[in-house]
């Protein structure tokens, strides 16, 4: 890991009035969205099911092109980067992603390092160092010569985070990076997260789920509906009894964390139908 960061990463990330539809769709999944993503800072994508979250996170890491608009790396269209020259800057972890059969935890980890392979840079003893603290920080270590097909869902989620953790990026892009874990994990994977953005100043954008961690371990919130931005803002800012109702639909109180302070959703008890 690279040494810790006296300020926030230079990487710059920004989509601008972006459009986009899946490929022989009609129906356009992202209506004109644009946001700046604070360097060196947390961000949470929050929302509900199918409202444009993993989307918009696919067109920040450049799986997924545009209709109409721009998201642009350092005042740069994505798509005028090379693939290693952007996959140094930026690492993308997709909410569904498939291992090569057969291939072992060690190995899926090492493949992070391929941006910074070429011809004069082969296999070093740098590379070594970043996948044995990749998986040092996952608590992977010990899964090393086991295959990634053999592991439970849980192990899983670490290993991959492991590879994109080893791949060094200024940039990372978390699509619902807690899933499959329990409680305990969840916790572990957001505090190595924290840890990423307040040492080495990374720039995280995670697609979170529960509410309470995104207003505790996040800097802002990007909360979205039907393919728009409807807030953005600090945790304070945006989980309010109002946005959680007119995003989600529930009525909740939203209350200080005792331990944190920062917001806890109470949701309301809901009238039973008779």
Known sequence: MRA?????????????????AYMRSTREILHGVSLDVMPGKMT??????????STLLKACGRVLAAHSGDVLLNGRTVNTYGSKEFARIIGLLPQSANAPEGITVAD????????????????SRDDEAAVARALQRTNTADLAKRHVSALSGGQRQRVWIAMVLAQQTDILLLDEPTTFLDLAHQLDVLDLCRELVDEY???????????????????????????RILAHGTPQEVITAGTVHSVFGVDCRVIP?????????????????P
């Open 108 to 123: 899926l980890v090492a493949r992070g390092r391929y941006p910074h392979q070429n011809l004069l840079h082969q296999w």
């Open 201 to 227: 100043g990374t720039t995280i954008v995670a697609v979170l789920h529960d509410l309470d961690q995104a207003g505790r371990y996040c800097d802002y919130i990007i909360a979205m509906h039907d393919g």
């Open 257 to 273: 964390d005792p331990e944190s302070g920062t917001p806890l959703v109470v949701p309301l008890a809901r009238k039973k139908t």
């Open 44 to 53: 949470a994508i929050i929302g509900p099911n199918a409202c444009g979250k």
């Open 4 to 20: 810790p960061a006296t300020q926030p990463a230079g990487a710059h990330l920004r989509v601008d009035s972006l459009h986009l």
